[in-house]
Nanobody, 123 residues
Framework: QVQLVESGGGLVQAGGSLRLSCAAS????????MGWFRQAPGKEREFVAA????????YYADSVKGRFTISRDNAKNTVYLQMNSLKPEDTAVYYC????????????????WGQGTQVTVSS
């Protein structure tokens, strides 16, 4: 069992930056691929980024490529999402996810989900 707790969301002006963190419980964190999804009001949940268990492979949605960076620190059981050059369309609740396979994360079939953290980007 893995529990995920996100933090770092907030209100930021367009062009600004935020770093989201996702702290995971459990001793097997390093064996899980991790990722981030987001859901804006009235829209479906969408994939944002994923990272393999080793951190050696990363994947991004086209809409955030070049602006967002996913990383992980297995010693701290934490995954991060650095968000730069934020746009109003990045406004959403951001969810951390974990699964045994990176493909599961990317396809939204993760085993575990956090409760979400709100990111609001003002224009």
């Amino acid at each position: 069992q893995v529990q995920l707790v996100e933090s770092g969301g907030g209100l930021v002006q367009a062009g600004g930056s935020l770093r989201l963190s996702c702290a995971a419980s459990g001793r097997t964190f390093s064996k899980y691929a991790m990722g981030w999804f987001r859901q804006a009001p009235g829209k479906e949940r969408e994939f944002v980024a994923a990272i393999s268990w080793s951190g050696g492979s990363t994947y991004y949605a086209d809409s955030v490529k070049g602006r967002f960076t996913i990383s992980r620190d297995n010693a701290k059981n934490t995954v991060y999402l650095q968000m730069n050059s934020l746009k109003p369309e990045d406004t959403a609740v951001y969810y951390c996810t974990a699964a045994q396979l990176t493909t599961q994360v990317r396809e939204g079939r993760a085993d575990y989900w956090g409760q979400g953290t709100q990111v609001t980007v003002s224009s």
